[in-house]
């Protein structure tokens, strides 16, 4: 019998978790499969107790149970506890224990661009959601004290500022003042769905007067290229598009479910094949 994996999620029609999971049990050979589970908000706990009763071997979890579901698992690793939200979930011998892999998903796919070591570069996040919140807070927990984070609502960048348990010396900075000093960031850190299919002509700034060597990176992969992105090449920054991410943060948790490492090289080539035909 396969053991099942999967995700859940509302909406989830378009995820290409399902892709990339099924294709690395295919090539290790795994008795395995992984499926997409539409869940509503209101039936997230029936969906819990259904995967404890399944059998479920482990699942993934997006928008908009990250942080609703940690009342119903039975523990969480640390990586979950700090941020706060979880994006997957084992399922050992019935006891459910969330992780958290975006935020170290994300820096896996940042590192092989970097000069410089982590801390010493200074960061502009934009946005202050749940993908905000795992960078930030990941990023700090990694000892990088300059961060600026920028964001349309102050207050929101204010509060998750706050909440994170290691201490920078950042500003919270409106969009507008962020944009009029681009020129002192490293690494500018896109993370809000302005941008995402089929907004793509949107960008939350102008991406004009970047520092030399800047690296520009949009967590947004549709499309891959995203505006700001385009804007930042032609500004002659190094960009880093969403699906570095997204494949690490997969790799990350089918490694905490099967103990075996992906081939990541392999899942970016399947996510860009899928949006396009584009392949790196
Ligand atoms: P996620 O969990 O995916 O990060 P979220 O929690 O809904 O999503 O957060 C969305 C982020 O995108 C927020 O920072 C939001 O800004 P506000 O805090 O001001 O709402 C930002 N955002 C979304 N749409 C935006 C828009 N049109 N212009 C500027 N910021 C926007």
């Not at 589970?37 to 479920?56: P, R, S, Y």
């Not at 908009?64 to 640390?78: N, S």
């Not at 941020?83 to 092989?112: E, F, M, R």
């Amino acid at each position: 019998m396969d053991t099942v994996y999967g995700l859940i999620g509302c909406p989830v029609g378009h995820s290409m978790s399902p892709l990339i999971h099924n294709d690395a049990f295919e090539r290790k050979k795994m008795n395995a499969r992984y499926h997409a589970f539409h869940v509503e908000k209101n039936e997230l706990k029936a969906a819990v107790d259904g995967i404890k009763a399944l059998g479920i071997a482990g699942f993934n979890v997006t928008i908009p149970h990250k942080a609703a579901i940690i009342p119903f698992l039975d523990k969480l690793d640390k990586s979950a506890e700090l941020i706060g939200a979880v994006n997957t979930v084992i399922n050992k011998d019935g006891c459910l224990i969330g992780y958290n892999t975006d935020g170290k998903g994300y820096l896996q796919s940042l590192l092989p661009l970097m000069k410089k070591p982590l801390h010493e570069q200074r960061y502009l996040i934009i946005g202050a959601g749940g993908a905000a919140r795992a960078i930030y807070f990941t990023l700090a927990a990694e000892g990088c004290s300059m961060i600026d984070l920028a964001n349309r609502t102050k207050e929101k960048a204010e509060q998750l500022m706050k909440e994170c348990p290691v201490k920078g010396e950042g500003s919270v900075l409106s969009l507008s003042e962020a944009e009029s000093g681009l020129s002192k960031y490293d690494v500018i850190i896109q993370t809000t769905a302005i941008g995402m299919h089929p907004n793509s002509l949107q960008k939350p700034i102008e991406a004009t007067g970047l520092k030399k060597g800047s690296i520009v990176s949009d967590i947004v992969y549709n499309p891959v290229k995203t505006a700001l992105l385009k804007a930042a090449e032609l500004e002659g920054a190094q960009t880093l598009d969403g699906v570095g991410m997204f494949v690490h943060q997969a790799a990350l948790a089918f490694q905490i479910w099967t103990g075996e490492t992906p081939d990541t090289a392999r899942m970016s080539h399947l996510v860009y094949e899928q949006l396009g035909g584009f392949t790196c």
